[in-house]
């Protein structure tokens, strides 16, 4: 347990809504990690980010919007949702050799 | 995309058979990582060979990278009904981030 929190674990929305998900680290680690993973896509990088206030975009960062004011948390917002958005998102952190990845459990968000 | 791809997209075997999957991936590198995913659950990282390394070993997993074909194996060696799950590949497009695969989903019957 790389002590990595996500909330809501699972979210129902309407199409049009904004919706933010959090990623809380108790870790103190500089590099959070936001992914979405889809049947036939693996986990795909939507933003990054190196440092409080410190942010950058992945593969698929169009629709998403990303905060970091405090080292331990990282959210994710939908600024209005869409059907294609529905996914699985997960935060990640790195440890302090950057090499390792380690994974919350998920938060499940379903768009109607 | 940067993306790795792993061979095969499924995999069924019966316990205590070996199972390889494979990763492909498209640029250099400077490591390479597996990750196992049990449903409903997040990645855990499973073993990191280097660039420069040809193959590691993690108790029953077995790693191998040849950075000529930019291609990595995963052997699990006397599979258990346990290791079922999804393995993902990952590669460091640089030093901030790993861009995954697809995933292999392996299923070991009992």
């Known amino acids: 347990d790389a002590g990595i929190t996500q909330s809501p674990r699972h979210k129902v929305t309407e199409t049009g809504t904004p919706v933010t998900l959090r990623c809380h680290q108790t870790?103190?680690?500089?590099?959070m990690y936001w992914y979405r993973q889809d049947p036939g896509h693996g986990l795909r990088l939507i933003h990054y980010?190196?440092?409080?206030?410190?942010?950058d975009k992945g593969e698929v960062s169009d629709g998403y919007s990303v905060s970091r004011s405090k080292t331990e948390d990282f959210l994710l917002t939908l600024e209005s949702a869409t059907s294609s958005q529905t996914s699985v998102y997960f935060c990640?952190?790195?440890?302090?050799?950057?090499?390792?990845?380690?994974f919350g459990e998920g938060s499940w968000l379903t768009v109607v | 995309s940067q993306q790795g791809e792993e061979d095969p997209q499924a995999l069924s075997i019966q316990e205590g058979e070996n199972a390889t999957m494979n990763c492909s991936y498209k640029?250099?590198?400077?490591?390479l990582q597996w990750y196992r995913q049990n449903s409903g659950r997040g990645l855990v990282h499973l073993i990191l060979?280097?660039?420069?390394?040809r193959e590691k070993h993690s108790g029953r997993l077995r790693v191998t990278l040849d950075t000529s074909k930019k291609s990595s194996s995963l052997l699990i060696t006397a599979s258990r009904a346990a290791d079922t799950a999804s393995y993902f590949c990952?590669?460091?497009?640089?030093?901030?981030?790993?861009?995954f695969g697809t995933g292999t989903r392996l299923q070991v019957f009992p």
């Open positions: 060979i280097r660039s420069n390394e």
């Open positions: 990640a952190i790195t440890d302090n050799s950057g090499n390792t990845i380690y």
């Open positions: 640029t250099s590198i400077n490591n």
């Open positions: 990952a590669t460091d497009v640089n030093t901030d981030k790993l861009i």
């Open positions: 980010s190196y440092g409080v206030k410190d942010t």
């Open positions: 870790e103190n680690h500089r590099y």
